[in-house]
């Protein structure tokens, strides 16, 4: 059964950084394509970021610079170290694995519970 | 970058038919994706290039997808079918895209 737990969220002062983990099961996460999408309280979904196969890495404008997505084959885990944060920063991140060969334009099949980060002082 | 427009809301009464559209330039080129969520919970997917259905799906649930326009249709609504609903596609191979959101409500 695939199986996804994020953890690592939390209170976090704003500049502040933290690095979020998503442990994989049923699965391997080096032979799949990951990602990360964020949900602001109250709002609608935002992807963030995702790691290819060949760890193609390419993120979204709004992080870009400050987050870094990578993932640990041993652990069978993926990663989002996200620095220089702010209020903007603040929602529920899942991380979701893409369905695989479904060509390059796959959807996210399985989704994390979620972790919830707020940036506050 | 491109968008996609979502209602915010659509009502349907128990066993009508609920149809959720998204909308964006050409979307009928692109594979489009639809989740549900559920107050609390993680967004779960249930149509997939434009209207395939992931296992487990209930048939009521339909996608099509032309034009400017992809809708999703949920047939003989339930009470349990209350959630919101989003459209996604990739703009490119490295650009994600999600609608705004409909919250769909049983009346």
């Known amino acids: 059964e695939v199986q996804l737990v994020e953890s690592g969220g939390g209170l976090i002062q704003p500049g502040g950084s933290l690095r979020l983990s998503c442990a994989a099961s049923?699965?391997?996460?080096?032979?799949?394509?990951m990602s990360w999408v964020r949900q602001a309280p109250g709002k609608g979904l935002e992807w963030v970021s995702v790691?290819?196969?060949?760890?193609?890495?390419y993120y979204a404008d709004s992080v870009k610079g400050r987050f870094t997505i990578s993932r640990d084959s041993s652990e069978n885990t993926l990663y989002l170290q996200m620095n220089s944060l702010s209020a903007e920063d603040t929602a529920v991140y899942y991380c979701?694995?893409?369905?695989?060969?479904?060509?390059?334009?796959?959807?996210?099949?399985?989704w994390g519970q979620g972790t919830l980060v707020t940036v506050s002082s | 970058s491109y968008e996609l427009t979502q209602p915010p809301s659509v009502s349907v009464a128990p066993g009508e038919t609920a149809r959720i559209a998204c909308g964006g330039n050409n979307i009928g080129t692109k594979s489009v994706h639809w989740y549900q969520q559920k107050p609390g919970q993680a967004p779960v997917l249930v149509v997939y290039d434009d209207s395939d259905r992931p296992s487990g799906i209930p048939e009521r649930f339909s996608g099509s997808n032309s034009g400017n326009t992809a809708t999703l249709t949920i047939s003989r609504v339930e009470a349990g079918d209350e959630a919101d609903y989003y459209c996604q596609m990739w703009d490119s191979s490295s650009d994600v895209v999600f609608g705004g959101g409909t919250k769909l409500t049983v009346l």
């Open positions: 979701a694995r893409l369905l695989p060969a479904r060509g390059i334009y796959p959807p996210f099949d399985y």
């Open positions: 049923g699965f391997t996460v080096s032979r799949n394509y």
């Open positions: 790691i290819y196969g060949g760890l193609g890495t």
